[in-house]
């Protein structure tokens, strides 16, 4: 009997057995974020964690992994919220109201701002489009219905005496992805397009497109989770909020860098050529800030309400979650 053959085997045995429980005993964390400029902190983080130098694995430790999960639009990244399929998201405020008003105002957490800014309705200057009165017949197309673009855009006709329902209206508005929003409107198939960065760009310098409406101040992004998580991973939401705030103040303090980052991961994602040029437009557009501007956040209650995503009027008090 080979003797070290033995303890060679039973080594390999041990070796293998730690590795599976190490790898049973990791926490998965999944984010969710857009391909949009406006989630600049999980496009940077989402980047190094792809050059192996993750920001928030390093800050919530080696027994977390993260997953990220990207979506075109918020309402689809709440689903998968309440499905059980995701624990955080970076996502535009309406959606995030209009799951809080669905749970009766019990679940849905705001954590921490994200961005401001960023949002703009662009319109063919050939066609003189000045108000919204002159949007009567008119397509303009939005990310995805009930997304924040899509309520901002509801509201400003409502506002102006326009009739808009869910599905016409004086004005039609169509719900399309981001990445079809340029083709679209390059063919004049849609007159407008109310939507957020590098989009907003992409349709100045890539269609000739104009901004008519520029939302400076309007909570664009949020960093949202829901109460289930708060239960099982209350410690790691509050490491993660941490990570996130320093992230931030980071990307504030080196912008050329997070701009680079940034761009490598949306070539990661689109697999295509994104030019620094475009992100550094993107850039000013945006302010990206920790907190939550309460009182814009509200003004989305309102249109919410408006536009018939919400249909009673909430109280945002319990929405927000304070850290320990």
Known sequence: MNIKKIYAGILAAVLTLSTVLSAEDKVVLRVGHFPNITHAQALVAHQLSRQGKGWFEQRLGDGVEIQWNLYNAGPTAMEALFANSLDITYVGPSPALNAYSK??????????????GG??????????????????????????????QDVACRAWLIDAGLKITLTGGDAHILPTANPEQLSLFKQGLVDAVWTVEPWVS????????????????????????????LKEHKD????????HEELTDWIIAHPQEAQELVRKELEDTTR????KELVASSWKR??????VNVPELNKFVEYAYECGFIRNKIDTKNLFYKRD
């Open 272 to 275: 295509g050529k994104i030019a």
């Open 236 to 243: 790691l939401v509050d490491k993660f909020i941490k990570a």
């Open 119 to 148: 949002a703009a309705l662009v319109v063919n200057p050939k066609l003189g489009l000045k108000t919204q009165k002159d949007f009567i017949g008119k397509k303009i197309a939005t990310p995805q219905m009930g997304n924040t």
């Open 103 to 116: 749970t009766r105002q019990r679940d849905i957490k705001i954590i921490s701002g994200a961005a401001d």
């Open 286 to 291: 945006l302010i990206f800030t920790n907190k």
């Open 202 to 229: 992409r349709l100045i310098d890539n269609a000739g497109g104009e901004v008519l409406y520029d939302q400076k101040e309007a909570v664009t992004t949020v960093l949202v989770t829901c109460n289930r998580v």
